[in-house]
Nanobody, 124 residues
Framework: QMQLVESGGGLVQAGDSLRLSCTAS????????MAWFRQAPGKEREFVTW????????YYGDSVKGRFTISRDVPKNTLYLQMINLEPEDTAVYYC?????????????????WGQGTQVTVPS
């Protein structure tokens, strides 16, 4: 089993920066690849970014490339999402997810564990 807890969300202005954290616990954390997803009001949950078990590989959704950076501190079992130049379209609940598989995937059903989410709001 694995538990994921996100933090760091909040209300920011357009153009601001924010860093989200996801603390993981459980026996399989070191073997899990991880990702961030987000869900805006009235929309489906969408892929944001993914990182490999070691942190050596990353992928990003087109809407966040160049603005968001995913990273992980393996000894601390913590996943991060650094967001810069935030836009109103980034308003959503952001979820941390993990899977014991090693390959990159954007499919929600491929992820075994999910956090409870943290709200990010960027008013227009």
């Amino acid at each position: 089993q694995m538990q994921l807890v996100e933090s760091g969300g909040g209300l920011v202005q357009a153009g601001d920066s924010l860093r989200l954290s996801c603390t993981a616990s459980g026996r399989t954390v070191s073997r899990a690849s991880m990702a961030w997803f987000r869900q805006a009001p009235g929309k489906e949950r969408e892929f944001v970014t993914w990182i490999s078990r070691t942190g050596g590989s990353t992928y990003y959704g087109d809407s966040v490339k160049g603005r968001f950076t995913i990273s992980r501190d393996v000894p601390k079992n913590t996943l991060y999402l650094q967001m810069i130049n935030l836009e109103p379209e980034d308003t959503a609940v952001y979820y941390c997810a993990a899977r014991t598989g090693v390959s990159f995937t954007t499919r929600l059903s491929d992820y075994d564990y999910w956090g409870q989410g943290t709200q990010v709001t960027v008013p227009s």
